[in-house]
């Protein structure tokens, strides 16, 4: 019996080695040392044997295999549930290398570095910086800037409008002018500012044109200001934004809110001349509704689009590319 004790526990250690998987393991053990298994039979065995010495060297030698048994089970279902878990680690693994590198940086959008830049140089120049809802009154957008409803200046603007209020009272502002009302009735004169900002036309979109897309405009109302300043403005700006090489003239032109009105173009050192923008005196109609008596102030304003700024300065050659977001277009600059 001894032998056949020995022999069962050799087989079922031989058989706990080839078990693939930790649930196999579990049903071989319950298999050999269960109460139907082979070491069970084996015990109930030992009450037919004749002495008392062999029921004792029996019993022992069984003992012996029972705990060599459950060892092999033990150590053998350690072994496969370590195997199970790198399994599981490696399919659940999350890469976490970018964390342990220095993160990158990313850079501010290419008419966002235009923005500032101007901004920049303008503050340099003297000017203050404002800013104005995107969403404004009919008042403001065209009434206040010189342009009653039934001016024909209107149909120069395909206008956004917004389902709030009277229909037609309220709109997505067509340029930045609006700003211009804003801070005469709220700031005294001397006014020396700069109006940047995100405007909206209802127009198609080509390699020029954008259906929204950003102007910064220049307001100066002072005593005895003329288009001279004015001339001298635009030609200091043209020079710190572009570089010494660079030149500035005047063209005369038509805008309902300034008198006389302005286009201005900039000469590259090439000889090329370049449409930049508009400008002109502002309107005594103007001055009066930014509550100004136009008898003791003066003025004059300009803009230009600075989405059109950043696509010459970086020689783009669709202004749609700057909003594709193409990082190897963002990338560049």
């Known amino acids: 019996m001894i032998d056949d004790v020995r022999a069962a526990a050799d087989a079922a250690v031989e058989r706990l080695a080839a078990v693939a998987t930790l649930a196999e393991a579990r049903a071989l053990e319950t298999e050999l040392l269960g109460k139907r298994g082979p070491f069970a039979e084996f015990k109930t065995r030992l009450g037919a044997l004749a002495t008392v010495e062999e029921k004792k060297a029996a019993g022992q030698a069984l003992n012996e295999a029972t705990q060599a048994v459950q060892s092999a089970v033990q150590a053998r279902a350690q072994e496969l549930q370590r195997a199970e878990r790198a399994v599981q680690l490696e399919a659940e693994r999350i890469d976490l290398t970018e964390v342990l590198s220095k993160p990158g940086r990313g850079h501010a959008h290419i008419v966002t570095q235009a923005w500032q830049r101007l901004e920049d140089v303008f503050v340099g120049l ?12 009919d008042w403001y957008n065209f009434e206040a800037l010189n342009m009653p409803p039934d001016h024909p200046a209107r149909s120069m603007h395909d206008t956004f409008y917004v389902d709030h209020g009277n ?8 340029h930045t002018s609006p700003v211009q009302i804003r801070v005469m009735q709220h700031i005294a004169p001397p006014i020396y500012m700069i109006m940047p900002g995100k405007v909206f036309r209802n127009e198609t979109t080509d390699a020029t044109h954008l259906a929204v897309f950003h102007q910064i405009e220049g307001l100066v109302i002072d005593r005895g200001i003329t288009l001279a300043h004015l001339a001298g403005t635009i030609e ?3 020079k710190a934004f572009f570089g010494d090489g660079f030149s500035s003239r005047l063209r ?23 449409e930049l923008g508009g400008c002109g005196m502002v309107h005594p109609n103007v001055l009066r509704a ?14 230009f689009g600075i989405d059109r700024m950043a696509k010459e300065r970086h020689a783009v050659g669709d202004v749609r590319e700057m ?9 560049q600059f």
């Open 167 to 174: 229909p037609g009272s309220t709109v997505l502002r067509t």
């Open 323 to 331: 909003y594709t977001n193409d990082i190897r277009f963002i990338e």
């Open 126 to 137: 003297g000017f203050q910086v404002a800013e104005g809802p995107e969403v404004e009154t």
């Open 236 to 238: 200091a700006f043209t």
């Open 252 to 274: 005369p032109s038509y805008f309902p809110f300034t008198e006389p009105s302005a286009e201005f173009d900039i000469r590259t050192p090439k000889g090329d001349w370049l």
């Open 290 to 303: 930014g509550g100004l008596d136009p008898e003791e102030w003066s003025g004059f304003a300009f803009g």
